[in-house]
């Protein structure tokens, strides 16, 4: 089968314009199949409070009423999906914008109201259309997906990047050999995040375990981990986890770099 | 050559719920390849209001400076573009939503000072990477396009959409037997702007001429007409301008609609 990245960007990368173009240059200079997926960032607060609406957060996620969901639809679908394509577009690199409601790839239900929490227009992921990616990607276009959703009732749906990089992920191992790569601020997965040089190389299924036990691992990384051994289960070839910085060296397997998850 | 329908909807269309949702009913009926280019409508104009930016028009055209570029880059092509596309998906019809930056597809200049008017970051459309869109629609998707492009350097571009569609269906001619067809919220040019019901039922490049001098058309009307006339110069088989409710009329070709355009 022939290689796929699936590389997800954070917002934090997102929001500093610096990080983000250098980025973007490795992303183009990239020779290979591949998908990006970004955050959301800061932006949607930032105009959400210039409207005089608040963001309201649940356990480090938005809840999306109507209003915060036409916003997000505007700023993650419209100006930060654009943003990147126009950019990847310059340094030569095919790059088309999608949510999943385009071309129908990435499908998802509301999330039901739990513990009397209602994320409001959340979605979970239900199905993605891993061969019309996969159509778009040997007509060699490079899709750039914002973290969006519909419910095929009409309905956008505001979903988790880490989550949908991980789904998407999956659904393509059918097709390609994946290898997920979520780049962020920092190096890796931290030993202590008080030492930003403290990457843990490598993680298993019972090392995690391990660290989660010992409170190793930080509140806000385990849904990624979690999504990350999902994905490895269920298919895809390899996840890594590593400072945006560091694509380049990684894809061009100069270095060991970021925390490699493995079965 | 296979029959391909261009069609753009009218900022005001987009404006009534009501109206868009039985405009998106016909379209998504239409069993015909298709393409839907959207205008922008008042929405840019109330967010901008909004967030304390003010519009700022000369001859019934924006004037794009950076802060409205973001406005109409979320506006149109996040928030109004995958409310359409989503609405399409929730009728069975598998809509991909585009900027023209999305797989290059609509490549643009940024307008040069002009008689001393700076019309900002607007676009004036160089390219249309016809290939590209006929690989979209011929794998089944049906592409929605709002009006904005990107100049290939990096930056956005606001793009008058009546302009689009008729650039965009020109393109399209070498390839496929294109009729354009305008909706708007009239049933066609008007003879007598004050008698709705006073559609003229065609009109050739002399009577066109006749009609202008007697100053019957309106202003309003002059640049959709330009375009239409240059469209039919260079490939495009008709162009018909009509109220959006009767487009199923049309493409049924039960009744006599709107305004034909003739060479």
């Known amino acids: 089968m022939e290689k796929l990245y699936v590389i997800k960007i954070g917002g934090n990368i997102i929001d500093n314009e610096e990080a983000l173009s ?18 959301g960032g800061k932006v949607a607060t930032d105009i959400s409070a210039g409207l005089g609406i608040e963001a309201k957060m649940v356990d480090g996620r938005r809840i999306t009423d109507a209003e915060t969901l036409k916003i997000v639809t505007m700023v993650y679908g419209g100006l930060i999906n654009k943003r990147v394509v126009a950019a990847l577009q310059a340094r ?7 949510t999943g409601a385009d071309a129908n790839i990435i499908k998802s239900s509301k999330r039901p109201v739990k513990n009397g929490i209602d994320y409001g227009f959340v979605g979970d992921v ?7 990616l996969a159509t778009l990607i040997n007509a060699g276009l490079y899709p750039i997906i914002a973290p969006l959703s519909h419910d095929g009732q009409g309905n956008m749906l505001n979903v988790n990047a880490d989550t949908m990089a991980s789904v998407t992920s999956v659904a ?15 190096k ?9 040089n403290s990457v843990i190389a490598e993680i298993t299924p019972s090392k995690y375990l391990d660290l989660k036990e010992k409170g190793i691992i930080s509140k806000g990384m385990i849904p990624k981990l979690d999504n990350s051994f999902d994905a490895i289960q269920a298919g895809v070839t390899t996840v890594r986890i590593c400072h945006a910085d560091d694509l380049k060296k990684i894809i061009n397997e100069q270095a060991v770099q970021g925390t490699v998850l493995k079965k």
Chains 1, 2 share one sequence.
């Open 22 to 39: 250098k980025f973007l240059n490795d992303y183009a200079s990239l020779q290979a199949k591949k998908i990006l997926i970004h955050g």
């Open 92 to 98: 030569n690199c095919n790059a088309i914008g999608l």
């Open 126 to 132: 239900e199905n993605v259309e891993a061969q019309t």
């Open 172 to 186: 393509l191992s059918k097709i390609f050999e994946v290898h997920l790569i979520y780049c962020f601020e920092l």
């Open 188 to 196: 890796g997965v931290l030993e202590n995040f008080e030492d930003k």
